[in-house]
């Protein structure tokens, strides 16, 4: 990773769009290949499907991968989510492995200089890949402003217990402490920090054998975990490819910026309010990325 990122980009939303981008990046994963993505929240009509990335993951190889919430819904239990994986179809395409669905969860170390979190918590079964293929659907987040990359390197990837470490900026560490956190919640910008933290912890373990995929598309300013969202309120813009997580999620948002979408105003505001892009900025501080990049359509 040089001072600037490159990535590739297209206007093409569509399953073969995403296989473009990854040939055209030109990174093989190899070895056990663990491809993250958010399998929807019941009742959520934004997320995407696992038609969507069917192409891409039968093209890469590997295994979705998952991990267990830490708010009420049908994902926060072990028994409930593999029901709900299994109703959303992933299982009729894919194996996927709940990571944190039997315990004892691992501990990251946060390797770089930080200010929370002693460690990132994480399912067990993290330990069994050599690589990752990050599948981020980009839309807005009712606490972090915005879901990219770095959202799903850091609550994506954590398991329950991760969830609070990260949500209570390290206060709590503990997956039955899930009903506590959200009524002694840290200030923003800790939070905020803290998931950079997470993420880092993620890019360290897999040593430089990640790539991010975030597709712009269905952009509401709601996430996936939300089981009632907003509708989307931007059209679809594209589909981005990097092996910088910072630099793709702050192309993301300068996309937004530029784009002359009447819905945007709507987005920015979720973003802004939260302060979401305090998340970018904490993360290239950490140095897991940088914020300079360069963006090559293939178009």
């Known amino acids: 990773m040089g001072s600037v990122s490159k990535i590739y980009f297209t206007k093409d939303v569509s399953p073969e769009g995403v296989v473009r981008l990854y040939e055209k990046l030109g990174k093989k994963l190899e070895g056990n290949i663990a491809i993250k993505v958010h399998s929807g929240e019941a009742g959520n009509q934004n997320f995407l499907h696992p038609e969507f990335w069917k192409p891409v993951v039968e093209h890469v190889g590997g295994t979705i991968v998952e991990c267990n919430t830490a708010y009420e819904g049908e994902r926060n239990a072990t028994d409930k989510h593999i029901k709900l994986i299994g109703a959303h179809g992933w299982n009729n395409y894919f194996k996927v ?17 930080h200010k929370h979190l002693k460690s990132d918590i994480m399912g067990k079964n993290i330990m069994n890949y050599d690589s990752m293929l990050v599948l981020s659907h980009f839309k807005g987040h009712p606490m972090g402003g915005y879901g990219g990359a770095l959202k799903q390197l850091s609550i994506g990837c954590a398991s329950t217990a991760g969830k609070v470490n990260i949500h209570s900026a390290g206060k709590y560490v503990k997956a039955e402490e899930q009903d506590v956190v959200w009524n002694d919640l840290p200030p923003q910008d800790h939070f905020l920090e803290s998931m950079a933290e997470a993420a880092s912890a993620v890019v360290d373990h897999f040593d430089g054998k990640i790539v991010y995929v975030n597709v712009m598309a269905n952009m509401s300013v709601d996430c996936d975990c939300c089981a009632i969202a907003e509708d989307p309120c931007m059209a679809d813009i594209g589909i981005l490819i990097s092996t910088d ?55």
């Open 97 to 113: 492995d709940l990571m944190d669905a039997e315990g004892p969860d691992v501990e990251l170390p946060i390797k770089r200089t």
């Open 245 to 299: 997580p910072v630099a793709i999620d702050r192309a993301c948002i300068d996309l937004v910026k530029k784009s002359d979408d009447a819905g945007k105003k709507h987005f920015l505001e979720r973003v802004t309010s939260r302060n979401g892009e305090h998340t970018i900025d904490a993360a290239a501080s950490l140095g897991i990325g940088v914020q300079e990049y360069e963006i090559i359509s293939i178009d």
